[in-house]
């Protein structure tokens, strides 16, 4: 017999109808002769409205009783379910987080899972029966040793399939939802969005951390990590839905701390690194994309890309390219200044020294031990940019081997996750798969900092103490003045809220620095394999927004992400500009 867990998301057992054409389907595959764990989500808005009931009655509810009230709409659902499938005359028996024994961090809002029993789940499928889980919520023991409830942060359904599959040794986990599958990007914006057959689970990573709610980064992450084969289908329609593939091998599943895998997996060093910037030019739309145009007909293959916000109406763009084309970038950028004005300058002998891993992901703690490690070493970062999986900086070559060693150090690294100068195989793999769009960010810039090591490592520990999670860290400096730097992040609107008495201490620790909100923005991140190999890709998307007149607020990328950030209002044409650019709906 197969053993098969699926998970049905709100959207997909939203009224009684929809519940109960679900327990067909799900009798349908009983019949077949498979054995059956049903995840389930609460029905339709049902966890929003709760949300909106404990608003209305506290204005800070306290974690711990937001927890107990909202992991109540899965338990509706689980029943529901479990009452039509014995209807059916299917034996089905429902069970909460904490019955199964899905054991949690003791964190309210947003707990990992350490661990998950299967006796009970088994000693039922042995008897026969379809057993129904609630998704989204475990128990853990309280500091007390008290039993407590605890729930896995919004939309962490999928990830307790995801993890159920792990700890009960499934081949594969289905979600269904109320998509054909992973698509391009979101429909609700772009109608004609096309049904990808297949993605990485590094690109779908990087697409659900910034915003794809299809699927539940966490999900995605233990999918990859423990080699489920992970759909995601239609719960209305017969499709052949979206396989998520990954290249890793497979770890031996870590009881006590089945999300708590090692959170760096790699360090890459890339040396012979120039930093070219461009600075004091006009901030309006089209201006990236002719620089990056520029540096792609000349066939200039650019690494990082990093725009901060600055005072007034000019703005700097800083990038990296490897020091052999430096003499051919350094003609490009007088021809741009030639054009645009403002002025370029360089600096060679550079480094990127970048951490990798799907756990740096909703772990602040993680950017933060990077730049205080390197600051112990006495380093100064010149460049910082940050997707939610990796965290790139540049510094002095100089700098090297010491960064290699504390850096090594402190996330236990072997000498074989040490990569230096990398080769990557090319892939033959599209330089655009999917564009995601966050809407739930604010922009933070912190103005006139001091150049010296260890402010960035102060600015994100302090942030990373409070469990405050901020991402599309980009510093940058102005090549000509080395005073002071600017250094920007996003962070979602509810962690904002809780910052401000650190940013006081913040800027009080450096006199003169400020901290200042950005305008309501969104952050739009095109997502691709095959950007890493293609020389241009950035231009094109910075054409796009330009063409439909839209300006870029800040820029940061990864080898296979590029973030814009621009004004919310702006938002959903940005994604569909893109879109169609790259003509992902052909
Ligand atoms: P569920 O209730 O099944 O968990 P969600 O609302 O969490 O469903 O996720 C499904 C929704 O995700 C879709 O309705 C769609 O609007 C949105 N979405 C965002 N990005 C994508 C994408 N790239 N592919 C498919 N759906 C997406
Ligand atoms: N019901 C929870 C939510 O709405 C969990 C989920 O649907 O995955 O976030
Ligand atoms: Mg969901």
Do not use: W
């Not at 904490?98 to 299967?118: F, M, N, P, W, Y």
């Not at 049904?195 to 794809?212: H, R, T």
């Not at 490897?322 to 021809?335: D, R, S, V, Y």
């Amino acid at each position: 017999m197969t053993l098969l867990i699926k998970k049905f998301g709100g959207t997909s057992v939203g009224d009684i109808t929809k519940i109960k054409a679900i327990a067909q389907s799900i009798c349908q595959s009983k019949e077949a002769g498979n054995d059956i764990v049903v995840v389930v989500s609460a029905m339709g808005n049902s966890t929003d409205n709760l949300n909106k009931l404990a608003k209305l009655i506290s204005s800070k509810p306290n974690n711990r009783e937001l927890d107990m009230l909202l992991s109540t709409g899965e338990q509706v659902t689980i029943a529901l379910l479990s009452m039509s499938l014995n209807d059916f005359g299917i034996p089905a028996i429902s069970m909460t987080g904490s019955q199964v024994g899905i054991i949690t961090e003791s964190i309210h809002g947003k707990a990992r899972i350490l661990d998950i029993k299967t006796e009970r789940i088994q000693s039922y499928l042995d008897q026969g029966y379809i057993v129904i889980v609630a998704g989204f919520q475990g128990s853990t023991l309280s500091h007390t040793g008290l039993m407590e409830i605890t729930t896995l942060g919004r939309g962490g359904s999928d990830t307790s399939a995801v993890a159920l599959s792990a700890a009960l040794g499934a081949e594969t986990c289905e979600i269904y939802t109320d998509v054909p599958g992973v698509l391009t990007t979101d429909p609700r914006i772009v109608p004609d969005a096309k049904l990808l057959d297949y993605i990485s689970c590094e690109e779908m990573l990087e697409l659900a951390s910034v915003g794809a709610s299809v699927l539940h980064p966490r999900a995605v992450e233990i999918a990859r990590n423990y080699g489920i084969k992970l759909y995601v289908k239609s719960s209305q329609t017969l499709s052949k839905g979206t396989l998520l593939h990954s290249q890793i091998k497979p770890l031996p599943l870590k009881r006590g701390g089945l999300e708590l895998t090692k959170t760096v997996n790699s360090l890459e060093v890339l040396e012979n690194q120039a930093v070219l910037s461009v600075s004091n030019l006009p901030d309006r739309p089209g201006i990236a994309a002719q620089i990056f145009e520029t540096l792609s007909a000349a066939n200039i293959n650019v690494d990082l890309i990093i725009q901060t916000t600055h005072d007034g109406n000019i703005n700097d763009i800083a990038f990296t390219v490897n020091a052999l084309e430096l003499k051919k970038t350094i003609e490009q950028c007088k021809l741009i200044t030639n054009q645009l004005g403002g002025e370029y300058n360089y600096k060679t002998n550079m480094t990127k020294l970048s951490i990798q891993g799907a756990g740096i992901m909703g772990r602040p703690s993680v950017s933060a031990d990077l730049f205080d490690t390197l600051s112990q070493a006495n380093i100064n970062v010149r460049l910082i940019a940050t997707s939610e999986i990796k965290v790139s900086c540049v510094i002095d070559i100089s700098n090297i081997p010491k960064a290699i060693r504390f850096v090594g150090e402190k996330f236990k690294l072997s000498d074989s996750q040490i990569l230096i100068n990398p080769i990557f195989k090319k892939q033959d793999q599209p330089e655009v798969r999917g564009i995601a769009l966050d809407k739930n960010q604010v922009q933070v810039s912190f103005r006139n900092l001091p150049d010296k090591p260890g402010v960035a490592a102060s600015i994100c520990l302090a942030l990373a103490e409070s469990n405050l999670i901020f991402d599309t860290i980009v510093q940058s400096e102005r090549v000509t003045s080395f005073k002071t730097k600017d250094i920007s992040f996003t962070m979602s609107k509810q962690d904002r809220e809780q910052a401000d008495l650190i940013f006081k201490s913040l800027t009080k620790k450096f006199p003169g620095s400020f901290v200042e909100d950005g305008p309501a923005i969104a952050k739009v991140s095109t997502v691709g394999a095959g950007m890493a190999f293609k020389v241009g890709t950035a231009g094109k998307i910075f054409r796009a927004l330009a063409n439909e007149n839209i300006n870029v607020e800040m820029i940061a990328t990864s080898e296979i992400r590029t973030s814009c950030i621009v004004l919310e209002k702006n938002c959903d044409k940005a994604v569909k500009a893109i879109h169609s650019y790259f003509q992902l709906d052909k």
